[in-house]
């Protein structure tokens, strides 16, 4: 069996926007290394994962909670895991979520394996497809016109995988409040790239993904409460009083949390840069809008590095290539440039997360080239 | 176990996972010169540097054989 990856980022320049945040720091992998046996960070565990001291997880929960402004926060598998975990902790029977309109469908099947029936808000259509707190608002109170009580808990997705629109996460918190409906933060692309702070936002929970932003190995991530709901979100089993219920008593325990516990450091560093980052995607995108017929989604100007791109130019060249659909995916390896669809032209997502600026240099002029083509 | 040995075998160990630590600075290096590789002096200077303290770590372990 091989293990070789298809794209090396020792050997090419990776666009995935779902791997740019996660790509894992030199510090990471260093960690990882050292426990990348089974059950490897439970040598001097005493019963509780986020009491261990060796390595110190305890002090990271602490430290991990102080960085993303939530009074408590613990380490899941995934920002999905965390969506779940307090869905379920916050499930009634007959009672409703409210999701924004560009939520992930991971978001949907947290809330519906926890038992709640989905409401979801609309966007503003094509081109910003942005969610406005007026249809999150409408969208509470249609929840509660159906169901008969106000949702159980309403879901922000801080900034979509789609467009990477990133949405005022306290506007949305003062709306929830107002309608007496804890409001989840889902900050699977923000938290670990860019500064965020769950308590000056005033959401009651908040989830963010190790792998996705970061640097860390994973499958890793971590859920957090403010307030009262970290009693209700942390609450323990009756039966064995020091295992959490909603994290089914231990979670990550191996090289996934100690490659998030080492990439913290650089993350609190690289958020400092998020200016940096913002401008990068903003000049990526005016370069490619001025190749013409290439039109960026999502709100204008980008504030995130997530960027969307309906293509009809590379549409039309694919047309008339040997290689059909799969031209452009081609050229761009030909170029040592990796992350897309192979097949896809008419539109594509990407991210200039973590290049150098020679690398968006570099970006910038293989796309002349293959729009020349 | 005697001393010297439980020294030795903990010099070989520490000298593996330097050499891994060392090689995943590298690949950092490769990292933020992809795809082209082409190296500033400041890059060539420092994989330089990490190969030199790399080599020392394997002659270390195969020395001790």
């Keep these: ?373 | 176990m005697d001393k010297t040995i439980a020294q030795r075998n903990k010099q070989r160990v520490e000298d593996t996972f330097r050499v891994l630590d060392l090689m995943e600075d590298v690949r950092d290096i490769w990292r933020d010169a992809a795809p082209l590789q082409n190296l500033s002096e400041e890059s060539r200077a420092a994989l330089t540097k990490k190969i030199e303290k790399a080599r020392k770590a394997l002659d270390r372990i195969e020395a001790s054989l």
């Design chain 1, 1 to 373: 069996m091989s293990f070789e990856r298809v794209a090396i980022d020792e050997l090419a320049l990776n666009l995935n926007p779902l791997q740019t945040g996660g790509r894992a720091s030199a510090a990471a992998r260093k960690a990882a290394a050292r426990f990348s046996d089974g059950y490897s960070v439970c040598d001097r565990c005493a019963g509780v994962l986020h009491d261990i001291e060796k390595p110190d997880i305890k002090c990271f929960a602490v430290e991990l909670a102080e960085f993303v402004g939530m009074d408590r926060v613990a380490v899941t598998m995934g920002a999905r895991e965390g969506k779940f975990a307090i869905f379920h902790t916050l499930s009634e029977p007959g009672r409703g979520a409210v999701l924004d309109a560009n939520a992930h469908y991971s978001t949907y099947v947290a809330a519906q394996r926890a038992g709640l029936e989905v409401f979801k808000s609309t966007n503003t259509g094509d081109p910003d497809f942005r969610v406005t707190p007026d249809s999150f608002a409408e969208t509470l109170e249609y929840c509660k016109s159906k169901t008969g009580k106000p949702a159980a808990a309403a879901l922000l997705t801080h900034v979509d995988g789609d467009y990477g629109n990133l949405n005022d996460a306290a506007e949305f918190s003062k709306i929830c409040k107002d309608a007496g409906v804890p409001l989840i933060l889902n900050c699977a692309y923000s938290a670990g790239r860019m500064p965020v702070d769950g308590r000056a936002l005033g959401v009651d929970f908040m989830v963010g993904s190790g792998h996705k932003s970061f640097a860390a190995s994973g499958p890793v991530g971590f859920m957090g409460a403010n307030g009262e709901w970290a009693e209700r979100l942390f609450r323990t089993s009756l039966t064995h009083p020091n295992k959490n219920i909603e994290l089914l008593g231990c979670t990550a325990r191996g090289a996934n949390i100690v490659s998030f516990m080492a990439a913290l450091p650089g993350v609190k560093e690289r958020v400092k840069r998020w200016d940096a980052e913002v401008a990068k995607a903003v000049r990526f995108v005016e370069a490619m809008e001025s190749l013409g017929e290439i039109r960026q989604m999502g709100e204008k100007p980008k504030r995130h590095d997530l960027i969307r791109f309906e293509t009809p130019l590379f549409h039309r060249i694919a047309e008339n290539s040997r290689k059909r659909g799969y031209f452009l995916h081609s050229a761009l390896a030909d170029r040592g440039i990796t992350g897309l669809k192979p097949g896809q032209t008419r539109w594509f997502k990407m991210s200039t997360f973590g290049f150098t600026d020679e690398q968006v240099d570099y970006l910038i002029e293989a796309f002349k080239e293959i729009a020349r083509m």
